[in-house]
């Protein structure tokens, strides 16, 4: 087996993530970019989308990933919305979209339409988080989006299945189909609930950080493996369970989450890189497949399909936001008011992704009569180019579209005045702890230590403080950011010492790895409570 390929395909698309974050363009948008120019490239090679390389693969980690970072909390607190989206919206949007293309589009058959409606229902988890990140989105507005996105895999992959099978005519009912939904939705979040407390309760005992990561990232694959075993969601499983341990995430111990939220943010950069390069590394395999087609009459059918899947979630968006609070005075006491601005948002906040193609490409060639599959080649063609649209149309303006609503974004110094708060309170309990330790006999420290525990602590308290503090009127720094510019230029001269001192032979290099990475703790720990610090 010829890696080098794959290997290529990984290292040129971090190369161009890397390369987007120097730009205003948002990296899914540059990475789809380079994917369709480089499809026509001598000598790239052909990377077709396989859907049981991607779902079983590549969907439970991406999930894990953005739903362990989610607040449990504030995902409770908005389930009504999340819900209407995430499963009202997608069957709402297979039927109508599916719809709409069957009425466009000459000789399709309604089964084929719904399959279609069903494949470029669900908005896509990686792109709704990117964007939101770059565009810095108001937070209850990201958390819907982020929710949405979570759940709607789930939905469309059972909407799909049921689609698919009265397309290849293996008849099943729209009663069939509904129970079929209704038992993998419910049997993903009964073997989510089943896994989780197990899991977490391994990952808290196993004792070494090491072994707790190497589980950590086994952990998305083994939720989704198990529900699908049983014929259960394996999204909704993996998302369950990532939920919990997410919540629960200060329970292990510090060295695992150190290194579980490192090794977990390159592997999310990996994943998300390569899988959007790979969208647009699509475009030749779906045109070779499109003969039959007049190139008009395609591109007038993909323009037709883009339009309905956005105009559809507008439809759907509006009434879902205005209608229930209309209805209920509950709603309206128990939510935040809204206007016209948000849902304007978070209907044009509906970029697809690679869930919606590699479903499409999971397509049977042959019914069970032994016949094409109708208008196959089409599918995969509209699912592409909608795919396409929504990430360059849609991506490349919601910038702008939130620039011109001036929806209000994250407010910072109130988030920065929250965290000073916090952390003063844990500081005053941190050193009524330290107090009531140092009075018992056994805890007894030299006079210089406990004044640098003290120390320590009172620096924790006034470092955010300093933030909201005035500017150097020279250098434009916070107090804390001089310090931990002073911090890091004296440990960097600490560091040439060490390495000039392995140099003449006066250490070896076991020792100058043992000394570097003291200081890399200590380095750390200076930065880490710098503005946006992880």
Do not use: C
């Amino acid at each position: 087996m010829d890696v080098l390929p794959l290997v290529a395909l990984v290292a040129a698309s971090a190369a161009v993530a890397g390369a987007a974050r120097r730009t205003p363009v948002p990296a899914p948008l540059l990475l789809v970019t380079v994917g369709l120019i480089a499809s026509y490239v001598p000598g790239v090679p052909s990377y077709t989308l396989d859907a049981d390389i991607v779902l079983p693969l590549l969907l439970p980690p991406l999930l894990y990933t953005a739903a362990v970072d989610s607040s449990y909390l504030d995902l409770r607190a908005n389930v009504r919305p999340v819900a209407l989206l995430s499963v009202g919206y997608v069957l709402f949007a297979t039927v109508a979209v599916g719809w709409l293309a069957y009425l466009v589009v000459p000789d399709l058959p309604l089964t084929a339409a719904l399959v279609l409606g069903a494949v470029v229902a669900p908005p896509d988890a990686v792109t709704a988080a990117a964007i939101a990140r770059r565009v810095g989105l108001p937070g209850r507005v990201t958390t819907i989006l982020q929710g949405e996105s979570l759940v709607n895999d789930a939905t469309a992959i059972t909407a799909y299945k049921v689609a698919l099978a009265a397309a290849v005519g293996e008849g099943m009912s729209w009663g069939s189909g509904i129970g079929e939904f209704l038992v993998a939705a419910l049997g993903g979040v009964v073997v989510g609930l089943a896994l989780m407390v197990p899991l977490h309760w391994l990952r808290t005992h196993l004792g070494e950080a090491l072994l707790q990561n190497t589980l950590s990232l086994l952990i998305p694959f083994v939720a989704y493996a198990v529900a699908e075993r049983v014929h259960a969601s394996g999204v909704l499983a993996v998302v369950v369970v990532a939920l919990y341990l997410g919540h629960r995430a200060w329970q292990v111990d510090f060295a695992t989450r150190l290194q579980e939220a490192a090794v977990w943010r390159m592997v999310a950069f990996v994943l998300e890189s390569t899988v959007f390069a790979l969208i647009g590394l699509q475009l030749p395999f779906v045109l070779r497949g499109l003969g039959a087609y007049a190139v008009a009459d395609a591109l007038w059918y993909a323009v037709a399909v883009f339009a309905a899947v956005v105009v559809v979630r507008y439809v759907w968006v509006f009434p879902a936001t205005f209608l229930p609070r209309w209805l209920s005075k509950r709603i309206r006491e128990r939510e935040p008011d809204t206007d016209w601005k948000a849902p304007t948002i978070v209907g044009w906040a509906g970029m697809r992704g690679v869930v919606s193609l590699a479903i499409a490409f999971s397509i049977p060639l042959l019914t069970t009569a032994g016949q094409a599959f109708p208008a196959r080649n089409l599918v995969l063609f509209l699912t592409f180019t909608t795919v396409i649209g929504t990430l360059v149309v849609q991506g490349l303006t919601l910038p702008l579209l939130v620039r011109a609503l001036r929806l209000p974004g994250r407010d910072a110094t109130a988030e920065t005045l929250a965290e000073a708060q916090a952390q003063s309170e844990a500081s005053a309990a941190a050193e009524a702890r330290l107090d009531a330790l140092l009075a018992d006999p056994r805890n007894a420290l030299p006079e210089p230590l406990t004044d640098r525990l003290r120390a320590v602590l009172e620096r924790r308290r006034n470092a955010v403080w300093e933030r909201l503090g005035a500017a150097n009127p020279v250098t434009g720094e916070s107090a804390d950011d001089t310090y931990r510019r002073l911090a890091g230029e004296t440990l960097d001269a600490e560091r040439e010492v060490f390495v000039r001192l392995r140099d003449e032979r006066r250490i070896d290099d076991e020792m100058l790895r043992t000394l570097l990475r003291r200081l890399d703790l200590e380095e750390a720990a200076a930065y880490r409570e710098g503005p946006g610090a992880a």
